[in-house]
């Protein structure tokens, strides 16, 4: 498939006598200049930054994303005016299942999950994680974090030293409309009560709802 054309220009209409006709050539030629205009802004159709021209209500574009292709739809409302109508969420999960024995209070890492976001949003936000009690009673907390601001909690107590069950598994927290700049991070951060109290199989999920 060819490239399409950014050296088309209008041609003169001087020699028609009609003006009804002269008025839609006139069209015509300013509807193709803008095809190859828009055509000529994401090379491919997919573009890695949002546009900043031919902006207008309904416009839909590809925008390639860290964890796939996104469907955004302009309605230029806010400070975020793109809506993401289609598309994968982003990912992030410990590596390999580690498992990290920690104590008391701190941003988890090795194996952390974390997300910097590409563009400044609205999202929403799943995240998680197993736990294994050292002893009787223990409890663990994560975290959300967005730009080292806390923004939301999970907690769970296991009740058998050692051991997993029910109230332990799975632990869990969604966090909604929620705010970030582009290129900020957002990360989980843990509280356990033991030194030997574990956590595994982590992960975080940051679904955009409107991006800008």
Same mark, same amino acid.
């Given at each position: 498939?060819?490239?399409?054309?950014?050296?088309?220009?209008?041609?003169?209409?001087?020699?028609?006598?009609?003006?009804?006709?002269?008025?839609?050539?006139?069209?015509?030629?300013?509807?193709?200049?803008?095809?190859?205009?828009?055509?000529?802004?994401?090379?491919?159709?997919?573009?890695?930054?949002?546009?900043?021209?031919?902006?207008?209500?309904? %416009? %839909?574009?590809?925008?390639?994303?860290?964890?796939?292709?996104?469907?955004?739809?302009?309605?230029?409302?806010?400070?975020?005016?793109?809506?993401?109508?289609?598309?994968?969420?982003?990912?992030?999960?410990?590596?390999?299942?580690?498992?990290?024995?920690?104590?008391?209070?701190?941003?988890?890492?090795?194996?952390?999950?974390?997300?910097?976001?590409?563009?400044?949003? @609205?999202?929403?936000?799943?995240?998680?994680?197993?736990?294994?009690?050292?002893?009787?009673?223990?409890?663990?907390?994560?975290?959300?974090?967005?730009?080292?601001?806390?923004?939301?909690?999970?907690?769970?107590?296991?009740? @058998?030293?050692?051991?997993?069950?029910?109230?332990?598994?799975?632990?869990?927290?969604?966090?909604?409309?929620?705010?970030?700049?582009?290129?900020?991070?957002?990360?989980?951060?843990?509280?356990? @009560?033991?030194?030997?109290?574990?956590?595994?199989?982590?992960?975080? @999920?940051?679904?955009?709802? %409107?991006?800008?």
């Amino acid at each position: 498939m060819k490239p399409p054309r950014t050296d088309y220009e209008p041609k003169p209409f001087e020699n028609l006598s009609n003006p009804r006709l002269l008025r839609l050539f006139e069209a015509v030629n300013e509807n193709v200049l803008h095809l190859y205009d828009l055509a000529s802004e994401a090379p491919g159709g997919i573009f890695t930054e949002l546009p900043t021209r031919n902006l207008f209500v309904g %416009r %839909r574009i590809v925008y390639s994303a860290p964890s796939g292709l996104w469907d955004l739809f302009y309605d230029g409302e806010g400070e975020y005016p793109w809506k993401k109508i289609g598309g994968p969420p982003l990912r992030a999960k410990d590596a390999a299942g580690e498992r990290l024995a920690k104590t008391g209070e701190g941003f988890l890492t090795t194996g952390a999950p974390s997300i910097t976001v590409p563009l400044k949003m @609205e999202f929403d936000a799943a995240f998680g994680t197993r736990f294994l009690a050292f002893s009787t009673g223990g409890f663990a907390t994560l975290g959300l974090f967005v730009n080292g601001v806390e923004k939301d909690w999970a907690k769970a107590t296991n009740q @058998e030293a050692g051991g997993e069950n029910e109230d332990a598994f799975p632990l869990r927290n969604d966090a909604l409309n929620l705010t970030v700049e582009a290129g900020k991070a957002i990360a989980l951060r843990y509280k356990a @009560e033991f030194s030997n109290d574990t956590f595994y199989q982590m992960y975080l @999920e940051v679904d955009p709802i %409107r991006v800008g």
